[in-house]
């Protein structure tokens, strides 16, 4: 397919996450698309996003920013509850689709959103950059290469000592899906996957905890929230199957009583195994055996670039150049089918299969 004109972009949601993330990575491809419409209900938010970027023209609905011929493919970035109607729509309303993390609330809402995208085949893609970094983009090649050999194990750490967001709704489960789980475990369970080649999940078990969140005496490092409306869990662990008969250990926490926050993935394979830090340096170090002796080595020198501008930058050239997304939404759905399975496990009691039926 010959490269596509300019592609015209609209933002649903001019909060955070847009700000930091998918205007600053749009605004950085001037030869490759332009915002042209942004849509927000917050109408000051809405204001400030269209000066600050240059939007021309705005919306309070969004739906009327998806009836805008300008408009080619949006970045979806609202709260959790509110990912699958506008995605749904925008699909069918023949746009490609970015959609922040976690793809959605659960697995039954992915479904919907990832059928929209198979009959309209148009992309869906889900904004989980972290596997867009130097790092794990080198990673990526090194197992590629056959130089882990066979993976079997991974353990995946996404802890934080006091970390319950003071703001928004990330303490609502009937708004956000759950806790630290689809808010941080998400990003490093997907980037796990991601360098394990994303296998298939076949059953999780698990146990949800609520030790912090109800306390009022509990210290907020990022604000303080409203622990009577604490509904979600504050650690969660896992035990993740996958058909090729590897498995995955997930940790992930809002607060747990460890020395420091922890962001790390530690795959294991048979030739050699591999940790990759997401907070500190040294990002990447490698562990093995050659020649009778072990040995610990780290990169000399890593690439070092923005991962949201690459991921923005990855979502538009497979729009103009008739790419898939290498995001796609059904990876997006893997997630949300092991989050169902772990949380169903913590109330049954049993392992239970990961549903990724669409």
């Not at 983009?137 to 194990?153: C, S, T, W």
């Not at 103009?320 to 089918?337: D, M, T």
């Amino acid at each position: 397919m010959a490269t596509r004109k300019k592609v015209g972009i609209g933002i649903i949601g001019t909060g955070m996450i847009a700000n930091y993330a998918h205007m600053p990575g749009y605004s950085k491809l001037e030869r490759e698309c332009s915002i042209v419409a942004a849509a927000d209900i917050n109408p000051e938010a809405l204001g400030k996003a269209a000066e600050k970027f240059n939007i021309p023209k705005t919306y309070s609905n969004y739906k009327d920013l998806l009836k805008d011929p300008d408009v080619e493919a949006v970045s979806i970035c609202v709260p959790n509850y509110f990912h699958m109607e506008p995605t749904i729509a925008a699909l069918k309303a023949g746009k490609h689709v970015i959609c922040e993390k976690p793809l959605s609330r659960n697995g039954d809402e992915s479904r919907k959103m990832v059928k929209a995208a198979a009959d309209s085949g148009k992309i869906l893609q889900v904004a989980l950059q972290y596997r867009f970094s130097g790092y794990s983009q080198y990673l990526k090649r090194f197992i590629d290469a056959g130089k882990l050999g066979n993976v079997y194990y991974a353990r995946a750490q996404a802890l934080r000592r006091r970390g319950i967001p003071g703001w928004g709704v990330f303490y609502d489960k009937e708004k956000q899906g759950g806790g630290p789980l689809v808010d941080i475990g998400v990003h490093i369970l997907d980037l796990t996957l991601f360098l394990m080649g994303y296998p298939k999940p076949v059953s999780a078990s698990g146990r949800a905890f609520q030790k912090f969140g109800k306390r009022s005496d509990v210290i907020g490092l990022m604000g303080q929230w409203n622990y009577k409306d604490f509904t979600v869990e504050d650690f969660a662990v896992g035990h993740i199957r996958f058909n090729n008969g590897a498995v995955v250990v997930l940790e992930s926490s809002f607060c747990a009583n460890i020395k420091n926050d922890i962001m790390v993935s530690e795959i294991m394979g048979e030739r050699a195994g591999i940790r990759v830090n997401t907070l500190d340096e040294p990002h990447v170090e490698i562990y093995g055996e050659e020649d009778g002796a072990l040995f610990d080595m780290m990169p000399a020198f890593l690439p070092k670039h923005s991962p949201y501008d690459v991921e923005i930058a990855t979502f538009v050239d497979s729009i103009r150049h008739g790419k898939k997304s290498v995001v796609p939404g059904e990876q997006g759905l893997i997630l949300n089918g092991i989050f169902d399975a772990l949380y169903k496990s913590s109330e049954s009691g049993k392992e239970e299969p990961v549903n990724l039926k669409v």
